[in-house]
C-alpha cells in the first residue's frame, strides 16, 4: 500500500490527500483546484506553473521554466511528483481569475476503481475446484494375468484412486495415439489432464512422469476493440501475469455491426477468426514468455466475449444477430480444441467458452455478474457496462432482467470529430475555469494531446454544462466573450487546446454535433434502465449497488456522469467499480467448474428485453434528450448546484 500525502493549495487553502507518486496536476484535478493546463500534461504549454512553499517533492523536468523562476522556487504541476506533504502556491498567471471561484465541489470525485471483490483471494468468490486437473499416476506395469488395454489400464487407476468413473470419462485418438509411447518410456509413470465438461470428463493429455507442480490456464476477454488475457496457476489460482492488445480484427471495422458484415464477404469469416485467432496466440506467447514458462504448458483457456466476438472465434456465421428478430446461432458452446479454431498454443488445450444470454447480451456481461458474486446477492443491484453497446442487468439472486441499448461509438471516443480511444495523449480529464473558460486538461499518459477519450468528454460536456458555456439541450452560449468558444467549419465549437499545445498541429475542439452526439449516448443508456425499473416496478431507490464494469466505467468521473444524466442521481457510495468484470468473471470460472456452471444457468435464467423497436424505450430515450434529463426533478441536486455555480462564475 503506498504512502499517502497531503497537498495543500495555496492561496485557496484546499488541502487533498493522495497517493506517493501522484502528479501534483492530478492531485488539482482531484481536488478541483483549477491550474491552467494546455498541453495535458505534458510539460511544454508551460502554463502550470506552481511555487512550492514546502515539503519534498521529485522534479524531473525545468523546461519552460526561466532561471529566475527557477531560482524563486518555481515548477511545472504536471511535472511535480508528490513524495512528501506539500504546500504549494498557484500564481495568478496559472489563475487567470478570481481566486475564490477557482474550487468548485469536489465530492464525489471516483476514478479509482474499487473492487467489490478481492481479485487476489479466489476463495472470496467460490470455493476452488478448477475446470481441469493434471494427476499423477504409478500404473502396475501389464502381465499376462493383468493384460488389459492401457486406457482401461489409465481409467482403473483414476477410478481406485481418485474416484474417478470409467463412463464419465472421453478420450480423443489423438491422446490414444500416444498412449503406449508414453506409458512404456515413463514405465508407467504418467500425468493426465482432466478437464470437466457438465458430467464428462476429457483426458486431453498425457505426460512422462509427475508434471503436476505446472498446471495453467489463460483467462481472455475478447472485446471488439481489445483483447484482455490472464495467466493463472491453476494450482492456487493465482496471477502470475497479464497483457492486452487491440484486438487484429480492427482492421476490418471498428464495431460488430462493421465485423458482421465484413463477415458475409467471401472469406471474411475466415480472415476474422484467423485475426482473433493470431491475437489471442500473440497475447499467450507474451504470458508465457513473462513467466519463463512454454505455451504447452497451458491446460486450457476460458474465454469471455460479446456474442458477435464469440461467432467470429469459433467461426460461426454471425449476419442473423444483426437481423431482425435478432437471433445468434447458440448461445452456448460446447469445449473445443484450440488448434481447431487456429490458435497457435499447442496442440492439446481446450477453450472454454463463457455462455451468451442472446445476441445483445453476451458471455462478457455473464462473466462479469459471476465477477461480482451477482447471483448470491441478496439485494437488489443493478450491474452496467458500457461501450458502444450498453448492456445493464438488473436484479439479485433471485431473478434478473437485463436489456442492451446501442449507445453508439460517441462514449468510446468514435463519431466524434477529435474522438480517440483511451490511449496515450487522450484527454480524459477536464476542469474549464469559470471565469475566463480556460480548460485545465490531462492526458493519458501526460503526453501532448491528440484527441479526447471517452472520460474527457463527459468532463467537458458536463463542465461546459456547469460553466454555462452550453444550455440544456448542448447548444452553445454564443454572447460568451472568449477565444475558446468560436464558430468552426460545422458551427459553434469550444477549444480544448490550441495547436501550439497539441501534437497533432491542429485545434483540437469539442463541436456542438459531439455533444448532440453524447447526449443520445447517454440517453439510450440511462433509457435502458428506467425500462428495466419500470418493467419490475422498483425505482433508483431500490437499488443496493451500482456495479460499473468495463474499461469505460473505470475511468469515468461519477458526479460528471450523473450531471450529463448517463447515471442516476443517487448517492455516491451506491456506485461500484469492478474493473474489467468479464475478465475477472473468466479466472473464477477457470477456477471452479461449479462457477461455469453457474454462468450457464444464469444466462439461461435471465429475461432479457429486446429495446429495439419498444416504444417505452423511445419516449424514456427522448426525454433524456437534455442536459441532465427533460424532467429537472430527477437531478434536483444537478441542477441546484449547477444554478450556483453559474451565479457564482459569472
Ligand atoms: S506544462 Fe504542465 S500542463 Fe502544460
Known amino acids: ?90 500564481p495568478i498567471e496559472s489563475q487567470l481569475g478570481d481566486k475564490k471561484v477557482l474550487i468548485k465541489d469536489s465530492k464525489g470525485i471516483h476514478r479509482q476503481p474499487t473492487q467489490i471483490l478481492s481479485p487476489e483471494i479466489i476463495e472470496d468468490i467460490c470455493k476452488p475446484d478448477p475446470i481441469g486437473k493434471k494427476y499423477f499416476l504409478e500404473l502396475a506395469e501389464p502381465t499376462l494375468e493383468d493384460n488389459i488395454s492401457d486406457i482401461q489400464r489409465i481409467i482403473r487407476e483414476l477410478k481406485n484412486r481418485y474416484d474417478i468413473q470409467e463412463k464419465d470419462i472421453l478420450v480423443n485418438n489423438k491422446v490414444l495415439r500416444q498412449i503406449p509411447y ?46 484482455y488475457a490472464l495467466l493463472i496457476d491453476v494450482t492456487n489460482g493465482k496471477i502470475l501475469t497479464e497483457a492486452s492488445d487491440y484486438n487484429a480484427q480492427l482492421t476490418c471495422g471498428e464495431d460488430v455491426i462493421t465485423r458482421i458484415v465484413f463477415a458475409q464477404r467471401k472469406d471474411g469469416l475466415s480472415k476474422l477468426q484467423g485475426l482473433i485467432g493470431e491475437t489471442i496466440s500473440n497475447l499467450a506467447n507474451v504470458v508465457v514468455d513473462k513467466c519463463g514458462i512454454t505455451l504447452e504448458d497451458i491446460s486450457y483457456l ?18 442473423y444477430i444483426r437481423e431482425t428478430p435478432y437471433v445468434p446461432v447458440s448461445n452456448t458452446f460446447p469445449p473445443t480444441m484450440v488448434e ?31 465477477a461480482c458474486s451477482f447471483t448470491t446477492r441478496k439485494e437488489v443491484c443493478l450491474y452496467i457496462d458500457i461501450g458502444t453497446n450498453g448492456e445493464m442487468v438488473l436484479g439479485c439472486g433471485d431473478w ?34 469559470p471565469l475566463t473558460y480556460e480548460p485545465m486538461i490531462l492526458t493519458i499518459g501526460q503526453k501532448k494531446p491528440i484527441g479526447i477519450c471517452g472520460s474527457g468528454l463527459i468532463d467537458t460536456v458536463a463542465e461546459l454544462f456547469e460553466c454555462g458555456i452550453i444550455d440544456q439541450q448542448g447548444k452553445f452560449y454564443t454572447h460568451l466573450n472568449t477565444e475558446y468558444i468560436r464558430r468552426g467549419e460545422s458551427g459553434f465549437e469550444y477549444v480544448l487546446a490550441f495547436a501550439e499545445n497539441t501534437d497533432i498541429g491542429k485545434d483540437i475542439v469539442l463541436t456542438e454535433t459531439d455533444i448532440e452526439d453524447l447526449i443520445r449516448a447517454k440517453s439510450a443508456a440511462y433509457a435502458g434502465i428506467k425500462i428495466l425499473l419500470q418493467n419490475v416496478g422498483l425505482t433508483f431507490d431500490d437499488i443496493k449497488y451500482i456495479i460499473i464494469s468495463g474499461n469505460f466505467g473505470t475511468y469515468v468521473d461519477i458526479q460528471k456522469s450523473i450531471t450529463i444524466g448517463l447515471f442516476p442521481e443517487v448517492p455516491k457510495d451506491k456506485f461500484v467499480f469492478i474493473g474489467n468484470g468479464s475478465l475477472l468473471g473468466t479466472r473464477v ?59 457564482f462564475g459569472r
Open 1 to 90: 500500500m503506498k504512502n499517502k500525502y497531503k497537498v495543500t493549495f495555496k492561496p485557496m487553502n484546499v488541502s487533498i490527500h493522495v497517493p506517493e507518486g501522484e502528479s501534483l496536476l492530478r492531485a488539482a484535478i482531484l481536488a478541483n483546484v483549477h491550474i491552467n493546463a494546455s498541453c495535458g500534461g505534458n510539460g511544454t504549454c508551460g502554463k502550470c506553473k506552481v511555487i512550492l512553499e514546502s515539503g519534498k517533492i521529485n522534479n524531473i523536468t525545468v523546461m519552460n521554466l526561466s532561471q529566475e523562476e527557477i531560482k524563486d522556487g518555481y515548477y511545472l504541476a504536471c511535472k511535480v511528483i508528490v513524495k512528501d506533504d506539500i504546500i504549494v502556491n498557484i
Open 182 to 227: 508414453v506409458l512404456r518410456e515413463a514405465r508407467f509413470k504418467i500425468t493426465v489432464t482432466l478437464l470437466n465438461y457438465k458430467d464428462k470428463v476429457i483426458l486431453s493429455r498425457i505426460e512422462p512422469g509427475d508434471t503436476t507442480h505446472m498446471q495453467y490456464a489463460l483467462c481472455i476477454d475478447v472485446g471488439t476493440t481489445s483483447v
Open 340 to 370: 481447431e479454431l487456429g490458435i497457435n498454443i499447442n496442440s492439446h488445450a481446450y477453450i472454454y467458452i463463457i455462455p451468451s444470454v442472446a445476441s445483445y447480451l453476451g458471455g462478457d456481461i455473464i462473466s462479469g455478474l459471476i
Open 302 to 319: 476460458v474465454v469471455a466475449g460479446n456474442t458477435t466476438m464469440i461467432h467470429l472465434l469459433l467461426g460461426i456465421p454471425p449476419q
Open 589 to 647: 470460472c477457470a477456477m471452479s467448474k461449479d462457477m461455469m456452471e453457474t454462468a450457464e444457468r444464469i444466462a439461461n435464467s435471465i429475461t432479457n428485453f429486446e429495446l429495439s423497436e419498444n416504444k417505452d424505450f423511445m419516449d424514456e430515450f427522448i426525454k433524456g434528450l437534455f442536459l441532465p434529463y427533460t424532467d429537472a426533478n430527477e437531478f434536483k441536486g444537478v441542477m441546484d448546484r449547477i444554478a450556483i455555480s453559474q451565479r
Open 400 to 433: 434478473m432482467v437485463a436489456c442492451s441499448c446501442s449507445a453508439g461509438p460517441a462514449l468510446e471516443g468514435g463519431t466524434i470529430k477529435f474522438g480517440i480511444r483511451a490511449t496515450e495523449g487522450a484527454i480524459e480529464e477536464v476542469r474549464i475555469n
